[in-house]
């Protein structure tokens, strides 16, 4: 499987931007896709995920759910991230990833390139 994000670049504080992650392959809908992000000096940090049907997703918290969705349309091997509200501290590299996982990014084993998002304040 191979992964393309796309969607990152900068906006103002309180403005929404939406990820995308194509994928390559006909097992698409048999994994796991999630979100991480990474910013400079630290680890890469778990957003969001999405089960293969799509019907279940996790998020890192609950403050995150409150402004990111995750969803994934199988029929064109697409998943998204849609933040809204966003604010300085989203700033960060996002990743999308393919896997069985959800939580670490352990559980995943194909990954995109990165996207980046820049949250100005």
């Known amino acids: 499987v191979q992964l393309q994000a796309s969607g990152g670049g900068l906006v103002q504080a309180g403005g929404s931007l939406r990820l995308s992650c194509g994928a390559s392959?006909?097992?698409?809908?048999?994994?796991?896709m999630a979100w991480f992000r990474q910013t400079q000096g630290k680890e890469r940090d778990f957003v969001a995920a999405?089960?293969?049907?799509?019907?279940?997703?996790?998020y890192k918290n609950d403050a995150l759910k409150g402004r990111f969705t995750i969803s994934r349309d199988n029929a064109k091997n697409q998943v998204y991230l849609q933040m809204n509200s966003l604010k300085s501290e989203d700033t960060a590299v996002y990743y999308c990833?393919?896997?069985?996982?959800?939580?670490?990014?352990?559980?995943?084993?194909?990954w995109g390139q990165g996207t980046l998002v820049t949250v100005s304040s």
């Open positions: 990833a393919a896997g069985a996982g959800i939580y670490t990014t352990q559980g995943y084993t194909y």
């Open positions: 999405i089960s293969g049907s799509g019907e279940r997703t996790y």
């Open positions: 392959g006909r097992t698409f809908s048999r994994h796991v």
